[in-house]
């Protein structure tokens, strides 16, 4: 029997986040770490939080970890959104 290939997929495409973001660590100021930085904030509030909601409301979808993992992602966003803010205001020019 051969494992399902979307969670693979779904922990091959979290990896690639973490080590993106991760080697753009040193490099906040570029246009290149705001887009890792607004593409992650994205993935979070859209493919995981709202997914995660919609499936539990509509999908049926429950367990322990559903709660936790939302509340985590939305924590993730808004620190995403936040960092961004910053580097907004840091900038001048």
Same mark, same amino acid.
């Given at each position: 029997?051969?494992? #399902?290939? +979307?969670p693979? +997929? /779904?922990g091959? %495409? !979290?990896?690639?986040i973490?080590l993106?973001?991760? $080697?753009?660590r #040193?490099?906040?100021?570029? +246009? &290149? &770490?705001?887009?890792l930085?607004?593409?992650? &904030?994205?993935?979070?509030?859209? /493919?995981?939080? &709202?997914? $995660? $909601?919609?499936?539990?409301?509509?999908?049926?979808l429950?367990g !322990? %970890? *559903?709660?936790?993992?939302?509340? *985590?992602? $939305?924590?993730?966003?808004?620190?995403? *959104? /936040?960092?961004?803010?910053?580097?907004?205001?840091?900038?001048?020019g």
């Open positions: 029997m051969h494992p #399902e290939p +979307m693979r +997929m /779904f091959g %495409a !979290i990896f690639t973490g993106s973001c991760w $080697l753009a #040193e490099d906040s100021a570029s +246009m &290149a &770490a705001r887009g930085v607004t593409a992650t &904030a994205f993935y979070d509030l859209i /493919f995981v939080a &709202a997914l $995660l $909601l919609a499936t539990r409301f509509v999908g049926g429950y !322990i %970890a *559903l709660w936790p993992t939302v509340v *985590l992602h $939305l924590g993730l966003a808004v620190s995403s *959104l /936040f960092c961004l803010r910053q580097s907004s205001v840091v900038r001048v």
